[in-house]
């Protein structure tokens, strides 16, 4: 897996002192890597329930959508440009328009009870977990 390869910089890149085969993987990561940009994701089994964290720097609350659809719980951004652009000359600019969605499978996840707060560039959504009943009755032998 050529995306989990250690010593990478900021860029993708390894340091110079490798081989010229390493330098060639490194471009192939740089070609196929998507076109759209994902986001890093927590997610932590809480005993009852689990908490997910979604990374979302400068992105607003506006832009995002949280579902739950039998258990699977999926994240969607869509940022829109809004600044205007004219007469502006930009020597560099990374930021654009974009969509991701990101989504987690929870076999046990309830539709009852689920909340989310975003605050700092974090989406913190709790999902519980369903509680199962038991229709067992324990008969104590006299």
């Known amino acids: 897996m050529a995306s989990m390869v ?10 110079f002192n490798t081989s010229l085969l390493d330098a ?13 940009r994902a986001f890093p994701m927590d997610v932590e089994d809480k005993g009852d329930g689990y908490e997910v964290k979604a990374y979302l ?17 999926s994240i969607s951004v869509n940022v829109e440009d809004k ?12 930021f654009s328009a974009f969509s ?13 009870g689920l ?12 999902v519980p977990k369903i509680v199962e009943k038991k229709n067992v009755t324990k008969v104590s032998i006299d």
Do not use: C
């Open 6 to 15: 250690p010593y990478r910089s900021v860029f993708g890149l390894r340091p």
């Open 24 to 36: 060639f993987d490194d471009m192939m990561d740089l070609a196929s890597a998507p076109a759209s």
């Open 57 to 73: 720097a400068g992105v607003n609350k506006d832009e995002i959508d949280v579902e739950l659809n039998e258990g699977r719980l």
């Open 83 to 94: 600044e205007e652009n004219e007469g502006k000359n930009y020597l560099q600019r990374e």
């Open 100 to 112: 991701a969605t990101r989504g987690i499978y929870l076999k046990d996840a309830s539709n009852e």
């Open 115 to 126: 909340s989310a707060r975003f605050a700092d560039g974090v989406l913190t959504v709790s």
